[in-house]
């Protein structure tokens, strides 16, 4: 859902143009994507991580127990820093979206893709693999999807990381 009017144009007085993000922006993300964990969570967690949520409402689910890999918003560090603290995960859960930042930056929504693509190149993929998507996009969005991996694909020989930065576009 929509939550906040998009971002606004400005150019500040040396004539750099930007956009300028509301403050509440963190808040309204975090809100946003509780929201829409709580509609995945029945859907992808098993029964006891279901049953902790019934008897606690103040219980965090480990998401853990329903996916294997987790590619997340690479909004900078401290999107991913903020939900790494929330959702429990280790370094090595964020080991694809930290290399994605570092190489690509901030590419919004499509940065999904990009982590998927690093992951497989880096790791590989098993069939039935299952992945929790978290994105956020200009508007303000938030999205949450459940992937699963159709095919086993193997790491790739070559170094991930020593491939050459990409050029800005013009």
């Given at each position: 859902?929509?939550?906040?009017?998009?971002?606004?144009?400005?150019?500040?007085?040396?004539?750099?143009?930007?956009?300028?993000l509301r403050k509440n922006v963190i808040e309204t993300?975090?809100?946003?994507?509780?929201?829409?964990?709580?509609?995945?969570?029945?859907?992808?967690?098993?029964?006891?991580?279901?049953?902790?949520?019934?008897?606690?409402?103040?219980?965090?689910?480990?998401?853990?127990?329903?996916?294997?890999?987790?590619?997340?918003?690479?909004?900078g560090r401290g999107v991913l820093d903020a939900l790494?603290?929330?959702?429990?995960?280790?370094?090595?859960?964020?080991?694809?979206?930290?290399?994605?930042?570092?190489?690509?930056?901030?590419?919004?929504?499509?940065s999904i893709w990009y982590i998927l693509a690093h992951?497989?190149?880096?790791?590989?993929?098993?069939?039935?693999?299952?992945?929790?998507?978290?994105?956020?996009?200009?508007?303000?969005?938030?999205?949450?999807?459940?992937?699963?991996?159709?095919?086993?694909?193997?790491?790739?020989?070559?170094?991930?990381?020593?491939?050459?930065?990409?050029?800005?576009?013009?």
């Amino acid at each position: 859902p929509t939550l906040l009017p998009p971002p606004s144009p400005f150019q500040d007085s040396a004539g750099n143009m930007g956009v300028f993000l509301r403050k509440n922006v963190i808040e309204t993300a975090g809100a946003a994507m509780r929201a829409n964990l709580t509609r995945l969570a029945p859907r992808v967690l098993p029964l006891a991580e279901l049953a902790k949520c019934a008897a606690d409402a103040h219980y965090v689910p480990n998401f853990k127990t329903g996916f294997d890999s987790f590619l997340l918003h690479t909004g900078g560090r401290g999107v991913l820093d903020a939900l790494q603290k929330s959702l429990s995960l280790s370094d090595a859960d964020l080991s694809s979206p930290r290399a994605t930042l570092a190489r690509f930056g901030n590419t919004s929504a499509a940065s999904i893709w990009y982590i998927l693509a690093h992951h497989e190149h880096a790791r590989g993929v098993r069939a039935g693999q299952r992945f929790l998507a978290l994105s956020f996009g200009g508007g303000f969005k938030a999205c949450a999807a459940a992937l699963r991996g159709a095919a086993p694909s193997a790491p790739a020989a070559e170094d991930v990381h020593a491939k050459a930065r990409p050029r800005p576009c013009p």
